[in-house]
């Protein structure tokens, strides 16, 4: 299992901006799909948005749409989470996940189940 690390979380205003990073280790990271989830304090864990293997194919959570960006470097085994116009509501732990694809795979996978690896968590924390 390789593991993948998080980091770019913070404390900032509403209006402003952070960017998550989440970067794994070895040779196999363009063989993986990825996704970011997060989780406030007393909800479920959630989907924020998930990126294929190949970086084509993207989706997002309806309340983050046109406020965050998923994207990911495979040269730099780095997956990326821009997210401008951050709201209170944005305030969780960020999660990176990923699972092992076929290379021929073009899909994202929305369901927290169809990962089975994850790593520790960033907070993020916006204050109005």
């Known amino acids: 299992q390789v593991q993948v690390v998080e980091s770019g979380g913070g404390s900032v205003q509403a209006g402003g901006s952070l960017r998550l990073s989440c970067t794994a280790s070895?040779?196999?990271?363009?063989?993986?799909?990825m996704a970011w989830f997060r989780q406030a304090p007393g909800n479920n864990r959630e989907l924020v948005a998930a990126i294929s293997r190949g970086g084509g194919n993207t989706v997002y959570a309806d309340s983050v749409k046109g406020r965050f960006t998923i994207s990911r470097d495979n040269a730099k085994n780095t997956m990326y989470l821009q997210m401008d116009s951050l709201k209170p509501e944005d305030t969780a732990i960020y999660y990176c996940?990923?699972?092992?694809?076929?290379?021929?795979?073009?899909?994202?996978?929305?369901?927290?189940?169809?990962?089975?690896?994850w790593g520790q968590g960033t907070q993020v924390s916006v204050s109005s």
């Open positions: 996940a990923y699972r092992m694809v076929s290379p021929f795979d073009t899909i994202y996978y929305e369901s927290e189940g169809n990962y089975p690896y």
């Open positions: 070895g040779r196999a990271f363009p063989n993986y799909a």
